[in-house]
């Protein structure tokens, strides 16, 4: 099993930032593709960003392309999401996610942590 517990959710007026952070324990972190998701109320859970093992690799959807980097430190079993200009629309709880391969359907990731609340006020 691996357990993955994220950090660095709040509230942040639009146009600011966050960082959440993913901690992972129980497992390889270094074996894992990694990604990040997001659900608002009434919508489905969506990706934002997904990593390679290495960190090289990664994808963004338009939605938050430019504005997101997701990355991670394997030595310290953490998966990052810096948010920048953050919007309205961004309001959600976020995921972090750990799968066996570079995929970006929710039912492609074997392990999910509780998730953390993203608010952004206009």
């Known amino acids: 099993q691996m357990q993955l517990v994220e950090s660095g959710g709040g509230l942040v007026q639009a146009g600011g930032s966050l960082r959440l952070s993913c901690a992972a324990s129980?497992?390889?972190?270094?074996?894992?593709?990694m990604g990040w998701f997001r659900q608002a109320p009434g919508k489905e859970r969506d990706i934002v960003a997904a990593?390679?093992?290495?960190?090289?690799?990664?994808y963004y959807p338009d939605s938050v392309k430019g504005r997101f980097t997701i990355s991670r430190d394997n030595a310290k079993n953490t998966l990052y999401l810096q948010m920048n200009s953050l919007k309205p629309e961004d309001t959600a709880v976020y995921y972090c996610?750990?799968?066996?391969?570079?995929?970006?359907?929710?039912?492609?990731?074997?392990?999910w942590g509780q998730g953390t609340q993203v608010t952004v006020s206009s």
């Open positions: 129980g497992r390889a972190f270094s074996s894992y593709f």
């Open positions: 990593v390679s093992r290495s960190g090289v690799s990664t």
């Open positions: 996610a750990a799968g066996p391969y570079f995929a970006l359907g929710q039912g492609d990731y074997n392990y």
